[in-house]
């Protein structure tokens, strides 16, 4: 076949956005036509009408979405979110993500994503496991330790996860850990899967540090999107020896020249639902979290937060994806002319995926590691990445997120080629 690149539209959405970035990579790395117009689609979307019963005895009608990007390098990988905003094309765009953080992490699955229009924070607990429950009915068609594994996403829980875990068990009769990750431990999850997303955004950042000749101690950080990967990767860092200037969540954000500390943040959160008010800083917008003077800046919130519009503002000298997505196409290449280091989600936000993989690798061998162990095996995964990426970015003289892609889109690529096409 032949891939006609000229009637490819700029991104409107977040899915264009996510071929744009494949189309982007494919003539750097020489992409065979072929197999590019295969990556650049999903293997299978699965749209699901799902009746749940709320607390009054009525039942309510629900949307939802699992879609598999590719199987090429094993079995799909990826979450599942409940949110009111969920789209089909974000959730397909958000699988082909999944794909590429797989490959370039070099952990043997495929990319999936899963998310259903809703909104958790208006419904109770039974009426949250309902949904679930009749969720996982709907799509266990295709899901499967050795077919496709959700994981916990946006406001998506390991209760949640177990209770996947639990209504697909029933299914079959017997126990299936191996089906979901971010299980709670007692059921099967993993030491440290809490923590794995920010910790390993720590350690590809400390890396960063390295590569650019900069000194750890003292250097200033700012958080935007202080939920679970966002306020761990915040209490890291602080103990790590990073200074934390301003955070923020969806409510507004707070900010401290002298430092915040994460922790007190976190625990005033817990008892007001939002880290504005914290008395230790200045209140301050997500606008300016994201525009304040800093070194490093972790977007961890939602996609397209850092547009072409205020990518020249950014004054950070480093920018780590722990969200999917917050840097729209265009900012790429302001932010890369202005000298700033993009450490994009694929590489940043990977170690979620990665200890998902131990966590299934634990389940299916029936043998649990301690968490030290899980850590150092993230280290090594997370800085190997890091270094292919840095000396993709080198060779070609492109940035970061060019370079994970070359890597990661090499590698499903490969693996295609060499499975050929059935029948």
């Known amino acids: 076949m032949t891939l006609d690149l000229s009637a490819i539209q700029a991104p409107q959405n977040v899915w264009a956005m996510a071929q744009e970035q494949l189309d982007d990579v494919a003539g750097l790395i020489g992409l065979n036509e072929s197999i590019h117009g295969f990556l650049r689609e999903p293997k299978r ?15 309510r009608m ?6 598999q990007h590719n199987m090429a390098r094993g079995p799909s990988k990826g979450g599942i979110r409940f949110h009111p905003d969920v789209t089909l094309d974000e959730v397909k765009a958000l699988a082909m993500w999944m794909t590429w953080k797989c490959a370039l992490v070099n952990i043997p699955f495929g990319g999936a994503k899963g998310g259903v229009i809703c909104d958790p924070k208006s419904m109770s607990q039974q009426e949250l496991e309902n949904l679930t429950r009749r969720f996982t009915t709907e799509i266990s068609i295709i899901i499967g330790p050795e077919k496709d594994i959700p994981a916990p996403d ?41 923590k794995a997303t920010a910790r390993g955004c720590l350690y590809v950042i400390d890396e960063a540090m390295k590569a650019l000749g900069r000194s750890i101690e003292g250097a200033r950080v700012a958080v935007q999107g202080f939920g679970n990967a966002g306020m761990y990767a915040a209490e890291l860092m602080a103990k790590r020896g990073y200074k934390v200037v301003a955070v923020s969540d969806s409510r507004g954000g707070v900010a401290n020249p002298n430092g915040l500390d994460p922790a007190r943040v976190a625990a005033h959160k817990e008892e007001t ?3 504005v008010g914290f ?32 990518a020249g503002r950014i004054r950070a000298k480093v920018v780590a994806e722990a969200a999917n997505g917050p840097t729209l196409p265009e900012a790429d290449h302001v932010l890369f002319d202005r000298g700033v280091m993009v450490l994009p989600d694929i590489l940043a936000n990977a170690g979620g995926v990665t200890v998902s993989y131990f966590e299934w690798v634990q389940d299916l ?37 060019r370079g994970a892609y070359a890597v990661a889109v090499s590698r499903v690529a490969e693996a295609t080629k060499l499975r050929g096409l059935y029948p």
């Open 154 to 194: 946006v406001y998506t829980t390991p209760q949640i996860m177990a209770w996947i875990m639990d209504t697909f068990s029933m299914q079959h009769g017997y126990s299936i850990p191996g089906v979901v990750t971010g299980k709670p431990v007692a059921i099967g999850g993993s030491l440290g899967r809490d």
């Open 365 to 401: 061998a029936e043998n649990f590691w301690e968490e030290d162990e899980i850590n150092e095996r993230l280290r090594r995964k997370m800085t190997r990445a890091f270094r292919e990426t840095y000396e993709q970015s080198k060779r070609h003289g492109i940035d970061m997120r």
């Open 45 to 59: 979307v699965l749209e699901v009408s799902i009746p749940a019963r709320m607390d009054n005895g009525s039942f």
């Open 273 to 275: 639902g939002s880290v």
């Open 279 to 310: 008395t230790g800083g200045e209140r301050i917008s997500n606008k300016d979290v994201l525009e304040c003077d800093c070194d490093i800046l972790v977007p961890a919130a939602l996609e397209k937060v850092i547009t072409k519009e205020n």
């Open 62 to 67: 629900f949307k939802g979405y699992r879609v």
